[in-house]
């Protein structure tokens, strides 16, 4: 397991204001209701290098959700013309989504989660920044 060393923060998702960067081993929570067959963004800037960690999880077992995490800029667009720099995309099952990536370098990302389903789902997103020169246990 990686040293953390970090407090929380809000997620922000597209169209809200973004608080500041990421920071080392700051978990970054947020949920919320995703209309049918919606897509939602979220702009997270890291100013350290170090891998992101990125878990998903939805109320609904037997509902379908994706998650993408790609280099910035990327829109819900951008995406679907395979216009972006895509590090990871995942699709459920399993419950809970999780995936990690390689060592990243300071940057922008954009977070794209998906609602695949016919009614609304509520999804909850946790990412986390684990910094190459954080000390810890």
């Known amino acids: 397991m990686r040293p953390r060393c970090g407090a929380l923060r809000e997620l922000q998702h597209a169209g809200r204001t973004e608080p500041g960067a990421l920071h080392p081993d700051d978990p970054v929570h947020g949920s919320r209701v995703l209309a049918p067959n919606a897509k939602d963004t979220a702009s997270i800037t890291t100013p350290a290098t170090g891998h992101l960690e990125v878990t998903v999880d939805w109320l609904l077992a037997s509902d379908f959700v994706s998650v993408a995490l ?7 667009d951008q995406l679907s013309n395979s216009a972006c720099d895509v590090l990871f ?24 989660v998906a609602n695949l389903n016919p009614i609304p789902e509520s999804v909850s997103t946790q990412v986390v920044l684990t910094s190459a020169g954080c000390a810890g246990s």
């Open 89 to 112: 995309s995942q699709f459920s099952p399993p419950k809970p989504l999780a995936n990690s990536t390689s060592l990243l370098r300071a940057g922008t990302y954009t977070l794209i």
């Open 70 to 76: 790609a280099q910035a800029p990327c829109s819900v």
